[in-house]
């Protein structure tokens, strides 16, 4: 059975930083792209950056571009999402997912298999 467990949420200010985390377990890590996603309330999922399974190939999307980076441990079964300069739109709940099986890296909710519980990030002004 897959669990994943994102940590590292918190309050902060706008302009702050904060490092999130998700400890994947129950699958061969190293096999499978990673990638995060974000919900704020009322709005939908959307992804946020993706990684490729070794960690050699990396994808931001637009309104985080320049100020995340995704990066994974293979040894650590840990993926990580580095954020720098937040900004109150930043404030949502942050996922980590698995992709389905055989299933490119893209920015679908619905083409991802396995999620965590989420982890909170509120950006105060």
């Known amino acids: 059975q897959v669990q994943m467990v994102e940590s590292g949420g918190d309050v902060v200010q706008t302009g702050g930083s904060l490092r999130l985390s998700c400890l994947v377990s129950?699958?061969?890590?190293?096999?499978?792209?990673m990638a995060w996603f974000r919900q704020a309330p009322g709005k939908e999922r959307e992804a946020v950056a993706c990684?490729?399974?070794?960690?050699?190939?990396?994808y931001h999307e637009l309104p985080v571009r320049g100020r995340f980076t995704i990066s994974r441990d293979n040894a650590k079964n840990t993926v990580y999402l580095q954020m720098n300069s937040l900004k109150p739109e930043d404030t949502a709940t942050y996922y980590c997912?698995?992709?389905?099986?055989?299933?490119?890296?893209?920015?679908?909710?619905?083409?991802?298999?396995?999620w965590g519980q989420g982890t909170q990030v509120s950006v105060s002004p």
């Open positions: 129950g699958l061969i890590f190293d096999d499978y792209g």
């Open positions: 990684i490729n399974y070794i960690g050699g190939a990396k």
């Open positions: 997912a698995t992709p389905l099986p055989d299933q490119i890296l893209t920015s679908l909710p619905t083409d991802f298999r396995d």
